[in-house]
């Protein structure tokens, strides 16, 4: 069965039990043949930059940094919020693998034939 | 014993982890292949034969914590 599947996550250190539950329900997602956008958003958008994701282990799950790559690796996509990374002062050139920066008009043509989005 | 090509005692992994890491599995398999899972999260009961619906792949035997699936064709 084809389709699509979004997951906008919108935190990162802040709550990181969000992010990684996130980044596992993309990976559900991912692992049952949907093709799959990770939109990170909002403060989610630091887990773009190489690095930043690897003190981050909820209790109960594997690293982020683990779920982040295998998502990567199984051909996910990752966007990223151009107005809310810029905002941040990240760097633009260490993203991590699978991860570009778009604007809103990308998410919204992902997402134009009704696919799904959940938020974390 | 049982007609299973591919045993995998995924132990309790659960939800994306253990669904993507099966995909992973399925895909080195050949059509028609099955593969004997063990995988003793309380939720895979629910998502397993979720997952065959939704891949395609077809659900044997579900006798938690085993689960018996033949690769879909092609």
């Known amino acids: 069965m084809a389709g699509k599947f979004c997951v906008n996550l919108t935190h990162s250190k802040d709550d990181s039990d969000r992010a990684t539950v996130g980044f596992v329900l993309a990976n559900a997602a991912l692992g049952s043949g949907k093709e799959t956008l990770v939109f990170l958003s909002i403060e989610g958008v630091r887990l773009a930059n190489k690095g930043f994701a690897e003190s981050i282990h909820e209790e109960g799950f594997p690293p982020l940094r683990e779920l982040m790559d295998n998502f990567a690796k199984g051909g996910g996509t990752i966007y990223v919020c151009s107005p809310c990374f810029k905002k941040r002062k990240l760097d633009e050139n260490n993203l991590v693998a699978g991860a570009s920066i778009v604007g809103g008009a990308k998410l919204v043509e992902f997402l134009s034939d009704g696919s799904p989005c959940v938020t974390f | ?74």
């Open chain 2, 1 to 74: 014993m049982d007609d299973a090509d591919v045993v995998w005692d995924a132990e309790d992994l659960a939800c994306g982890v253990l669904l993507l890491r099966l995909r992973g599995r399925m895909e080195a398999m050949r059509p028609g292949q099955v593969i004997r899972l063990i995988a003793k999260d309380p939720g895979a009961a629910e998502d397993m034969p979720a997952w065959c619906r939704l891949t395609g792949h077809t659900l044997l035997s579900a006798e938690p914590p085993v689960y018996r699936i033949r690769r879909k064709e092609g």
